[in-house]
């Protein structure tokens, strides 16, 4: 079966500092990846996906994520952090069997101005 | 505007109703998903639906029903059988049904039992 961690609950980040959001997947297979942005109260945007090829992957909003297969992580980066960006992350797996994707429990990132 | 629309936003039951909450969506997509979120469990497949008159179970079924009587529309019941509804439901939908295709969020309801 699949699985998602994401080791990180609560993550705290400055104004403008660097950001790196964990994610580690289990799947025999070569997974989808996927990393979405839930604001409060709000249903999930997507940030950014993976299927194959280039394993550093852009997304919206100056995200980037890398696909380490050796390490079985999909980790989420942004160089500059902005007070926006204050929300709850998830990072999830699809099966290419078809139809599902499994989520981490997600980190919830807040931003210190 | 194309997308998904939950309703209510917020809805409150006493222990012992069944209450139904609604999904609706004008993408054209074949595929429709119901979620349960709980604080630091992420999101829990409750039901799914690849096609019309079709769905299946996901990892929390026990105590809900769905039903897709329409390509656009997906309701999911909580029964009274659920033993903690309390939650936030979250809608979603995929154009084909593939894993490599985006899932689309509703804004989700929030269901509290009193």
């Known amino acids: 079966a699949q699985s998602v961690t994401q080791p990180d609950i609560h993550i705290t980040v400055s104004e403008g500092a660097s950001l790196e959001l964990r994610c580690n997947y289990s799947y025999g297979a070569t997974p989808y990846l996927f990393w979405y942005v839930q604001s409060p109260g709000q249903g999930l945007q997507l940030l950014l996906k993976y299927f194959s090829g280039d394993t550093l992957v852009q997304g919206i909003k100056g995200f980037e994520a890398e696909f380490k297969r050796s390490q079985s992580s999909f980790n989420l980066r942004k160089p500059s952090v902005h007070w926006s960006d204050a929300a709850e992350y998830f990072c999830?797996?699809?099966?290419?069997?078809?139809?599902?994707?499994?989520f981490g429990g997600g980190t919830r990132l807040m931003v210190k101005p | 505007d194309g997308g998904i629309t939950q309703s209510p936003k917020y809805l409150f039951r006493k222990e012992g109703q069944n209450v139904t909450l609604s999904c609706e969506q004008n993408l054209n997509h074949d595929a429709m998903y119901w979620y349960r979120q709980d604080p630091g469990q992420g999101l829990r497949l409750i039901y799914y639906?690849?096609?019309?008159?079709?769905?299946q179970k996901g990892d929390i079924a026990e105590g809900y029903s769905v039903s897709r009587e329409k390509k656009e529309s997906f309701p999911l019941t909580v029964t009274s059988a659920q033993k903690n509804p309390t939650a936030f439901y979250l809608c979603a939908s995929n154009p084909s049904g593939r894993a490599y295709n985006e899932q689309f969020f509703g804004p989700g309801t929030r269901l509290t039992v009193l």
């Open positions: 999830a797996v699809g099966n290419n069997a078809g139809n599902m994707l499994t």
């Open positions: 639906s690849q096609i019309v008159n079709d769905f």
